[in-house]
């Protein structure tokens, strides 16, 4: 799908999110860069979705800002949308379409060049050669993310934002996910995903541990800092609960 990317660049200031009196955000800070793979990891409702689609510019935060920068420069608006992709639990997908017709449809949306070339070059690379002329609505949900995928690669997001994008995934259908993200990162591709499993906090680069709304951990991936963010998590859990084991 194209030759490395360089550059791309992500900056959260302050980001700040409320709903009614609630702080479902509150001044989360960090960048991130080409290549990383960061995890957003935190119990249920900690504001990781939340967070996703602030960077995405699906939501605008209440306070603080969102900044995507390539080789040194400052994007525009209209310039990051067209490199910052999100699949949301939904997906972005038209389930009456085929896959090739989202595809297709996507590649119109953003102006892709090549498009007649690059969509058989994106089945490909998703496994789904067979099944891309079907609608959506009758592929499994793990087809479904694949051509969810495949519409990053078309529109050539240069940043991929993923809510939780193994859930409902078999085994294979995981690893082909993990192979996937990994092989973007290698192309320069910066790839957030928020997670709940293990497996995939220890194959990031670099995790973030959000609790209530604040960042409370930035740290390197790995086994180790897994490690250090689930026990994190699990001591706010307890500490929610009063001190309860």
């Not at 080789?71 to 389930?95: I, K």
């Not at 934002?161 to 294979?172: A, I, K, Q, R, V």
């Not at 220890?202 to 973030?208: N, Y």
């Amino acid at each position: 799908m194209g030759g490395p990317e360089h550059g791309i660049g992500l900056v959260a200031e302050r980001l700040t999110r409320i709903i009614g009196r609630r702080h479902v955000l509150r001044d989360v800070s960090f960048r991130a860069g080409a290549g990383e793979v960061v995890a957003i990891v935190g119990r249920n409702g900690a504001g990781k979705s939340t967070l996703l689609s602030l960077l995405s510019g699906r939501q605008s935060p209440d306070r603080g800002g969102v900044r995507v920068e390539s080789d040194g420069r400052v994007l525009s608006p209209r310039e990051s949308a067209t490199v910052v992709g999100f699949l949301p639990h939904d997906l972005f997908l038209y389930p009456d379409l085929t896959a090739r017709e989202n595809l297709a449809f996507f590649a119109s949306l953003y102006g892709v060049r090549h498009a007649d070339e690059r969509i058989p070059l994106a089945i490909d690379a998703i496994g789904l050669p067979r099944d891309a002329d079907r609608p959506v609505r009758t592929l499994s949900r793990g087809m479904q993310q694949r051509a969810a995928i495949g519409r990053l690669m078309v529109i050539g997001a240069r940043v991929w934002l993923l809510d939780e994008p193994t859930t409902g995934l078999d085994e294979p259908g995981r690893a082909w996910l993990a192979a996937t993200l990994d092989a973007a990162a290698r192309r320069g591709v910066l790839v957030a995903t928020a997670s709940h499993y293990r497996a995939e906090v220890e194959a990031a680069t670099r995790v973030l541990v959000l609790d209530a709304g604040r960042l409370v951990l930035d740290v390197a991936g790995g086994a180790d800092g897994a490690t250090r963010a689930f026990e994190v998590i699990e001591g706010g859990i307890v500490a929610a609960r009063g001190g309860a084991a």
